[in-house]
């Protein structure tokens, strides 16, 4: 609820389904609890937050994650993104409200009009996959916002999931399409609005 924090931050923060666990969860504990179906990781990775440790060791988030499954990383003192304040923007899968998720994508990009720069495109299939689709990202960045149906190609190009009792492969791989193509778009409207 504080003013200040970026739009995008405040619907993953918001997708805790119970706003007694929102006001009781910080961003260092999911960071250090990290779970799987998190919505926040994903946008700290589309917004390129780093991660500094105790000791000044400084990680990105995708570095963070890769040294954690290792073992213990030591006490988080600050996660910061240098660039949260540009267009960013996140949704989630679930079957119901308070089911486990099984789908999140996030998108951010520096610009969106008149081409798009630096397009970065997080899923993640609540699984214990979360990746940058860097072959999307590269397909998209440097040309005018292409129509949905293109960016819905790139994405699911780039993504395969892990099926479960939820969603299957190929569902998560339309899905994170059809969301990427979807929060493109709007972030491209809400700029030009603005």
């Known amino acids: 609820d504080a003013p200040g924090v970026p739009l ?23 960071l250090g609890h990290c779970p799987a179906d998190s919505v926040l990781i994903p946008v700290l990775a589309a917004l390129d937050a780093r991660v500094r440790l105790a000791g000044g060791r400084s990680l990105g988030i995708e570095e963070y994650r890769a ?24 949704v989630s899968h679930a079957r119901t409200s308070r089911g486990r998720r099984s789908l999140v994508v996030a998108v951010a990009a520096s610009r969106l009009e008149p081409k798009i720069v630096r397009p970065h ?8 996959q979360m990746l940058r689709l860097a ?12 129509a949905k149906d293109r960016i ?22 339309y899905l994170a399409g059809v969301y990427a193509a979807d929060l493109l778009h709007g972030l491209a409207r809400r700029q030009a609005s603005s």
């Open 8 to 30: 995008a931050l405040r619907d993953a923060l918001g997708a805790t389904a119970s706003r007694t666990l929102r006001c009781m969860i910080t961003i260092g504990g999911e």
């Open 67 to 90: 040294a954690r499954a290792q073992g213990p990383v030591g006490l988080i003192v600050e996660v910061a993104a240098s660039d949260a304040d540009r267009p960013c923007a996140v």
């Open 121 to 128: 495109i997080v899923a993640s299939d609540c699984r214990g």
């Open 135 to 146: 072959d999307a990202e590269e397909a998209l960045g440097g040309s005018p916002l292409p």
């Open 152 to 173: 819905e190609k790139a994405v699911r190009a780039a993504f395969w999931p892990t099926s479960d009792v939820q969603a299957s492969t190929e569902y998560k791989r």
